[in-house]
């Protein structure tokens, strides 16, 4: 498909924003606006859409050329000025245009409509959130965030006369030669270990940071206004700690059951830490693709098979060239599905290093731009602004979705079965894990005074009651102890966790309602990502088909149902 800009009615074309001045006269031009009926109401909101998507499409390129390359300080500095120089004016003008909105006498004339009505719900929540001594410690939040990224990258081990990227040696620990494993586990936990300092330190700064914004803003903690500020309208931090219970009563003895099974076929009672991601069958770890060009093509070929739209999204991304797939030094770590509203075409960056994780990583990323391009034709930019219990939803139902053409990675059904087997054993497994990191950040904000040995031992707590006893850390202590580094959630965006585990039901959900009828799964699949957030989560997951409840019958009965498919595989 052919996409360009749509044409700007209200801001220059060829803008650049090397200067706040340049965009301080729309603001004012908004916030001393007439406005004298509904249909100069819906200009002004359609104004103010489109200097929204502009701004956010600026600083996500900002964003996005700073992780591919951390090295360079230009980069760094473009991505800097964006946060330091034009976000913190912004906030002010932002509380004024949300003021005047919500005293319009043309805004009733709008809320019988569900999209206004979860617009101006936000818009409320985010005047009642403003504090104007906020806006410093945001910027220096944002900064501080940051330097994860750049810690991060930085890591690599020798290997064999070659640097590899820490998701590069990872693939080291399928190798079915212990010595290896053991090996590229050892280098990998001491490289990790230089940084333990500056990470806990970093944290340290940024729970101070938030605690402060919390308070600032009327708050006892930094978790209650977090809440607030990601707009859960839809659930309390009570359903949080449901969700926490049924994985620990439900899905941890499974993943305990599958561990033992694990270090039964391996011949231990109990395995190393560097056995957890080795085929205990004795077969050597898959290797789906060469690089990321073959990785990329071959998922369009999939996208395609399941529906024609999904291929023709990632081709318009390849030619546009909105894709960055390889693993290499400098890169920041992890992947992402950045969306740009201006063009709506979103970006893709991830670290491909030839695994079937990666595969599933494109997918899942393939999955976000698939919604951005589905909802990219919505009026006004705050409809495309996805919660993400919606946009992960779309990323994992396409995880589960292509399983069954995953034989365009795999010429034999061995290998098939085993990448779909990796699959769902990965789902149950990365339950308890989802648990663990959102339950150790409801007590890090509620106990936001807490010593570092009191975090590590919430943390040992956590491990005994969500991990697996089945792995033997004797001699790496420390390394379990600090796993919790290894989030970038925690550092970069707090609170933002739990949404795969919910997210991750209603995709087993979507995936079970293909088993049946897969036409009609995948037309209340799209259907649902089309709404964008014009109606609230529990509608649009009624629209795909599916309840939104993460309570203990869901899960058991949810997990029985992987369980039940894993054994078809196995």
């Not at 270090?263 to 990321?292: C, Q, T, Y």
């Not at 139902?397 to 010429?411: H, I």
């Not at 795969?500 to 259907?527: F, M, P, R, T």
């Amino acid at each position: 498909m052919k996409i360009t800009a749509p044409k700007r009615n209200f801001v220059a074309e060829g803008l650049i924003i090397d200067d706040w001045l340049k965009i301080e006269g729309y603001f004012k031009d908004l916030v001393d606006r007439k406005i004298d009926n509904l249909e100069s109401f819906k200009n002004w909101l359609r104004d103010q859409s489109e200097l929204e998507a502009i701004l956010e499409e600026d600083m996500a390129w900002r964003y996005i050329k700073m992780t591919i390359d951390t090295k360079d300080e230009q980069l760094s500095l473009d991505y800097s000025f964006f946060v330091t120089e034009i976000a913190p004016k912004m906030a002010p003008f932002d509380d004024l245009l949300n003021k005047k909105l919500m005293n319009s006498q043309f805004k009733k004339e709008l809320e019988n409509n569900d999209a206004y009505k979860i617009y101006f719900r936000s818009v409320q929540k985010s005047i009642e959130l403003f504090r104007e001594e906020n806006i410093p410690l945001k910027t220096q939040s944002q900064e501080k965030s940051k330097e994860y990224g750049t810690i991060s990258a930085a890591q690599s081990i020798e290997w064999e006369g070659e640097t590899l990227t820490m998701q590069q040696a990872s693939n080291l620990l399928k190798k079915q030669d212990e010595v290896i494993r053991k090996e590229a586990f050892q280098k990998m936990v001491s490289r990790r270990s230089e940084d333990v300092e500056a990470l806990e330190q970093l944290f340290d700064d940024l729970i101070v940071l938030r605690h402060k914004i919390a308070v600032n803003a009327g708050y006892k903690n930094y978790r209650d206004y977090k809440f607030d500020e990601l707009g859960r309208f839809d659930y309390t931090k009570e359903d949080c700690f449901d969700f926490h219970a049924a994985i620990k009563e439900h899905i941890v003895p499974m993943v305990q059951e599958i561990q033992k099974e694990h270090a039964n076929k391996m011949g231990k009672e109990r395995i190393k830490p560097w056995d957890s991601e080795v085929d205990p069958d004795g077969k050597e770890p898959l290797v789906p693709f060469k690089d990321g060009k073959e990785l990329l093509n071959t998922t369009k070929s999939i996208f395609k098979e399941i529906d024609p739209f999904f291929g023709d999204c990632l081709q318009t991304m390849d030619e546009m060239k909105h894709l960055d797939l390889d693993s290499k030094a400098g890169k920041a770590p992890g992947g992402y599905n950045y969306p740009l509203y201006e063009i709506g075409v979103p970006f893709i960056f991830m670290n491909a290093a030839s695994a079937q994780r990666d595969v599933v990583t494109m997918i899942h990323e393939g999955g976000h731009a698939v919604h951005s391009f589905l909802s990219r034709d919505l009026d006004l930019t705050s409809f495309k602004n996805l919660p993400s219990e919606v946009a992960e939803l779309a990323s994992m139902s396409m995880e589960l979705l292509s399983m069954d053409n995953w034989n365009a990675f795999y010429d034999n059904q061995d290998e098939l079965n085993r990448a779909k087997k990796e699959q769902l054993v990965g789902i149950l497994r990365v339950l308890p894990w989802i648990a663990t990191i959102d339950a150790f950040q409801h007590w890090i904000y509620e106990n936001p005074t807490h010593s570092r040995e009191e975090r590590k031992t919430y943390w040992k707590k956590l491990q005994e009651d969500y991990g697996n006893p089945f792995v033997d850390w004797a001699g790496y202590e420390e390394s379990r102890t600090y796993a919790w580094h290894r989030q970038l959630h925690l550092f970069e965006v707090p609170f933002y966790y739990i949404e795969y585990g919910i997210s991750q039901l209603g995709a087993i959900g979507v995936w079970k309602n293909a088993l049946q009828n897969k036409e009609k799964a995948i037309a209340d699949y799209k259907a649902a990502l089309a709404l964008g957030y014009t109606k609230d989560i529990p509608t649009i997951y009624e629209t795909a088909n599916l309840k939104f409840d993460f309570s203990s019958k869901t899960v058991q009965s949810l997990a029985q149902f992987v369980q039940n498919e894993l054994k078809k595989v196995s």
